[in-house]
């Protein structure tokens, strides 16, 4: 349709030298007189000017029209949804907003405040959980897209207030300096562990590697998830 536009509107502007032409013929008229000047015919000026108009209406109408059906299927912000969360091994039922990121979902509305908001932008790990033991950045997932999967958060690590392999390992190899994003590091690592029983180092970086450590503490890192790895297996506590 676009095309057809520039190509009709590129016609009336190539009918312009012919316009003082024209407009003799229609001084002179013809044998109908439909041409005369002041008659109520049109001139082919005139005839282009208003078919490109024309055509030009219909294109925008029916792009609004369209527009106006997209904006139609969009829920508004304000509007909730009824969905169900499957995290550490409980339900919870929950009125969401669609636009709510998961993360603001477990801090906020259920209080699982080990998961840290750092970058908010899927940059630096620090909201890691594991999504049917997979990690994912909470920060880049809808609320309702994690309806009908497992979540995992660092408090669902723990057995009580005993703390669980991966924990027990990074406090052993002082794992972390500042601690605001070592929730994240422990659940990248738990990730990683519960796909990799026995990882090397260079597959502990590479599996580490979207999460950051502002405080540089990662030959600890490392070492902790080495660790944490013997410890799985039933190692010396």
């Not at 409980?90 to 209080?111: A, F, I, N, T």
């Not at 924990?167 to 659940?187: L, N, R, S």
């Amino acid at each position: 349709m676009l095309l057809f536009l520039l190509q009709l509107v590129a016609v009336i502007h190539s009918c312009r030298p012919f316009e003082k032409r024209w407009h003799k013929e229609e001084i002179m008229g013809n044998d109908e007189g439909h041409q005369r000047s002041g008659g109520k015919g049109f001139t082919r000026r005139q005839f282009l000017t208003s078919a490109g108009a024309g055509a030009l209406g219909v294109a925008v109408s029916g792009h609004l029209g369209k527009e106006d059906e997209a904006s139609a299927a969009v829920l508004k912000s304000g509007e909730t949804h009824k969905i169900e969360l499957l995290v550490n091994g409980k339900k919870y039922h929950l009125l969401v907003e669609p636009r709510w990121s998961l993360l603001y979902v477990l801090r906020e509305e259920l209080g699982f405040t080990a998961t840290k908001e750092g970058c908010g932008s899927g940059e630096c790990g620090a909201c890691t959980v594991l999504i049917d033991n997979i990690p994912r950045y909470a920060c880049m997932t809808l609320a309702v897209e994690a309806e009908g999967v497992g979540i995992t958060t660092l408090e669902g690590l723990m057995n009580g207030e005993e703390l669980g392999p991966v924990q027990q390992a990074f406090v052993e190899h002082d794992a972390f300096q500042c601690g605001y994003c070592t929730p994240g590091q422990i659940m990248g690592a738990e990730g990683l562990l519960r796909k990799k029983s026995d990882p090397t180092s260079e597959q502990i970086r590479q599996g580490m590697s979207g999460n950051l450590c502002r405080c540089g503490a990662y030959h600890h890192i490392v070492g902790a998830v080495k660790r944490a790895a013997e410890l799985k297996r039933g190692g010396a506590a």
